[in-house]
């Protein structure tokens, strides 16, 4: 197939040649239009096609790429048919001023092709994998994606950063006869550039078919759906369930949303979500699972072999489950391309497989600078980060990794709009990469900061960490800094008056003491242990004459720890604790976070509990302040420092 695109092509510059200078030419057409404009699209077009064919011969050509080359042809062929009537019959000597529009279209055609030729040749450097395309904002990412839209009506679908997600019913009419042409009318619109737009009667369009989108898809999806069930019903072969869109979008959801299923109502040509055995409308998802079914729908509904550019794909997704649902919708469409438009550093970094492009600036009308990034040992290169932060200063490295309940999820929803918040793995790994950082070139552009778990650390430990801008969480465990008294309430409160809260907490707090009662062996071996472990990365040979002096050296060492009586140390501030009934202390020291925050927190505050606290800081800025007063003030002066 290759060996024919490009014959297509090579032909396509040999007709070009042979007509279009001859209409360039034309007598009094420069009277309506701007000749010098014109010629110099000519002259792009023809670099343009010799670029293509020298690229897309080394490139790993795509079915789809392949069908939008037959789709530009189409615009040359019109080309070419008209030129060659104009110059058959010279019309421009005997009716020029009442068939000069037939120049005009040849004219504007030219220019169209000439953008589906820049369209081609970026996708032919982006070649077969998906790709993820990183840049700030402003930096012309969707500029670039509208430049497609514009230039082809099928096989590709955008996805907007903006999105309408309102189902409305449609009149019985309409929705009867929508089908997936239909769809695609509303599918292909470009969405980006609409909304940019300075005309109100055009923004007023836009807004008006931003609007249907979600509603025709969810229509279209049901009109398939019920006409796959008449062809199984009446066909002589059985259709199976593998050709259900319903079973095959229940399949993606049971993998980032297992709470919830889907079914069709009929009557109203329109879907129902299933939970815990209740069915809601669509209307009454939260965004997040909405703007979930959004994507699938999109994504399912593609015509075959299409790219699909989404403009900032992590919308109102955590990361989380934004990474599981485009790892699963790119392997339910493995025979599109997809192309993600964004700026942020966490999807950049899910997309382990993909193409990684980085738009550095866009340049009027169809250039933008690319770069190709290698990322190196899970790190963007130093300029990227620069570019994609901006006037975010400080970042935030802090333990675990991207998850809807951990140390990520807490500080983000706590701090996102004043930092940047980095998961890195274990306390080991944050406090190296705030020394790496604050000690490499970015130091003085960015504010590195770090925040670990208490974990036992003894103060002047604390102390030390804190003079290298590494904060010690005030609790034992993220996990325990979610059991605070704060959000106990905040939570509780939500689903219970003032006196039943009050009785739910206290409940609660007596049974986190009764299970610290009966695991307080545990929590004082655990403390031992890790006294001891700090001591031995301390600890230093004074005297090393000879092997008899090192040891000498250890075994008094030893006794002088033998001699505090740790357990006995430690035993005793547990039970200070308990008899005191001292709650913070307590969560200072637990390390019960199974038992605490999984187990008792769900049985007696509210079912998935840490993912509702979490919840509750990223929505509450009250509650937010009064947690950062609290326990963050001394976090809140590191990250204010210059």
């Known amino acids: 197939?290759?060996?024919?695109?490009?014959?297509?092509?090579?032909?396509?510059?040999?007709?070009?040649?042979?007509?279009?200078?001859?209409?360039?030419?034309?007598?009094?057409?420069?009277?309506?239009?701007?000749?010098?404009?014109?010629?110099?699209?000519?002259?792009?077009?023809?670099?343009?096609?010799?670029?293509?064919?020298?690229?897309?011969?080394?490139?790993?050509?795509?079915?789809?790429?392949?069908?939008?080359?037959?789709?530009?042809?189409?615009?040359?062929?019109?080309?070419?048919?008209?030129?060659d009537y104009n110059i058959s019959n010279r019309i421009e000597i005997t009716d020029y001023d009442e068939y000069y529009h037939e120049y005009l279209l040849i004219l504007n055609n030219l220019e169209l092709y000439l953008e589906q030729l820049v369209s081609i040749r970026y996708l032919c450097r982006i070649g077969d994998k998906n790709t993820v395309?990183?840049?700030?904002?402003?930096?012309?990412?969707?500029?670039?994606?509208?430049?497609?839209?514009?230039?082809?009506?099928?096989?590709?679908?955008?996805?907007?950063?903006?999105k309408y997600l309102v189902y409305k019913n449609l009149d019985d009419n309409q929705s009867l006869s929508m089908s997936r042409d239909e769809l695609y009318k509303v599918q292909y619109k470009n969405y980006i550039s609409g909304l940019k737009s300075n005309d109100f009667n055009e923004l007023d369009q836009f807004l008006f078919n931003a609007e249907k989108?979600?509603?025709?898809?969810?229509?279209?999806?049901?009109?398939?759906?019920?006409?796959?069930?008449?062809?199984?019903?009446?066909?002589?072969?059985?259709?199976?369930?593998?050709?259900?869109?319903?079973?095959?979008?229940?399949?993606?959801?049971?993998?980032?949303?297992?709470?919830?299923?889907?079914?069709?109502?009929?009557?109203?040509?329109?879907?129902?979500?299933?939970?815990?055995?209740?069915?809601?409308?669509?209307?009454?998802?939260?965004?997040?699972?909405?703007?979930?079914?959004y994507y699938i729908l999109?994504?399912?509904?593609?015509?075959?072999?299409?790219?699909?550019?989404?403009?900032?794909?992590?919308?109102?997704?955590?990361?989380?489950?934004?990474?599981?649902?485009?790892?699963?919708?790119?392997?339910?469409?493995?025979?599109?391309?997809?192309?993600?438009?964004?700026?942020?550093?966490?999807?950049?970094?899910?997309?382990?497989?993909?193409?990684l492009l980085w738009c550095v600036r866009y340049l009027y009308p169809y250039e933008w600078e690319l770069v190709d990034i290698n990322i190196d040992e899970r790190q963007l290169p130093k300029d990227v980060i620069i570019t994609l932060l901006g006037s975010q200063k400080t970042i935030l490295f802090c333990e675990g990794k991207y998850d809807e309940v951990s140390d990520y999820s807490f500080y983000s929803s706590l701090f996102g709009d004043k930092v940047f918040v980095y998961p890195v793995g274990g306390h080991k790994e944050v406090i190296q990469y705030v020394r790496k950082f604050n000690s490499?070139?970015?130091?003085?552009?960015?504010?590195?900061?770090?925040?670990?778990?208490?974990?036992?650390?003894?103060?002047?430990?604390i102390e030390g960490y804190l003079k290298e801008k590494i904060f010690t969480l005030p609790f034992n465990e993220i996990e325990m800094a979610l059991l605070c008294d704060e959000l106990l309430e905040n939570v509780v409160s939500?689903?219970?008056?003032?006196?039943?809260?009050?009785?739910?907490?206290?409940?609660?707090?007596?049974?986190?003491?009764?299970?610290l009662k009966l695991n307080k062996d545990k929590i004082v071996s655990?403390?031992?242990?890790?006294?001891?472990?700090?001591?031995?990365?301390?600890?230093?040979?004074?005297?090393?004459?000879?092997?008899?002096?090192?040891?000498?050296?250890?075994?008094?060492?030893?006794?002088?720890?033998?001699?505090k009586d740790l357990f006995k140390i430690y035993d005793d501030k547990i039970n200070f604790i308990i008899d005191k009934r001292d709650y913070n202390e307590f969560l200072k020291i637990s390390s019960l976070k199974a038992q605490l925050s999984k187990g008792l927190a769900n049985k007696k505050l509210e079912s998935n509990y840490l993912a509702k606290a979490i919840q509750r800081v990223n929505k509450d800025v009250d509650l937010r302040e009064l947690l950062i007063e609290k326990y963050f003030k001394t976090f809140k002066d590191l990250i204010n420092e210059d």
């Open 1 to 83: 197939m290759s060996s024919q695109i490009v014959l297509l092509l090579n032909t396509a510059k040999e007709n070009l040649e042979k007509y279009i200078p001859t209409i360039l030419k034309t007598p009094n057409l420069e009277k309506y239009v701007n000749l010098d404009n014109y010629k110099d699209i000519y002259e792009q077009i023809l670099k343009e096609l010799s670029s293509i064919i020298d690229v897309y011969i080394a490139s790993n050509p795509i079915s789809a790429l392949e069908s939008l080359i037959n789709q530009a042809n189409n615009t040359l062929q019109s080309i070419i048919q008209r030129s």
């Open 213 to 293: 989108i979600f509603t025709n898809l969810i229509i279209t999806l049901c009109n398939e759906e019920l006409d796959l069930g008449l062809q199984a019903l009446y066909s002589q072969n059985p259709i199976g369930l593998d050709n259900s869109l319903v079973v095959r979008i229940n399949e993606i959801l049971d993998y980032i949303l297992p709470q919830i299923k889907i079914k069709i109502n009929s009557f109203t040509r329109s879907i129902e979500i299933i939970r815990n055995n209740q069915s809601y409308t669509v209307n009454a998802m939260s965004d997040g699972e909405k703007v979930a079914l």
């Open 133 to 162: 395309i990183v840049g700030k904002n402003g930096s012309g990412k969707s500029s670039f994606a509208s430049f497609f839209k514009n230039s082809f009506n099928n096989n590709i679908v955008v996805i907007p950063a903006q």
């Open 526 to 563: 655990e403390n031992v242990k890790y006294y001891i472990e700090k001591q031995i990365t301390t600890y230093k040979i004074t005297n090393a004459q000879d092997f008899e002096s090192i040891a000498e050296g250890v075994y008094k060492w030893l006794n002088e720890l033998k001699e």
């Open 298 to 355: 999109h994504v399912i509904l593609a015509s075959k072999e299409s790219y699909i550019i989404v403009d900032e794909p992590e919308t109102f997704l955590n990361s989380s489950i934004s990474n599981r649902l485009w790892n699963i919708l790119e392997v339910e469409r493995s025979d599109c391309k997809f192309l993600y438009l964004t700026h942020n550093i966490d999807f950049i970094m899910s997309r382990k497989a993909a193409k």
């Open 440 to 461: 490499s070139l970015l130091n003085g552009y960015y504010n590195a900061v770090g925040i670990i778990d208490h974990d036992f650390l003894f103060e002047e430990t």
């Open 494 to 515: 939500l689903y219970a008056d003032e006196n039943t809260t009050k009785d739910i907490i206290a409940s609660f707090k007596e049974e986190a003491f009764e299970l």
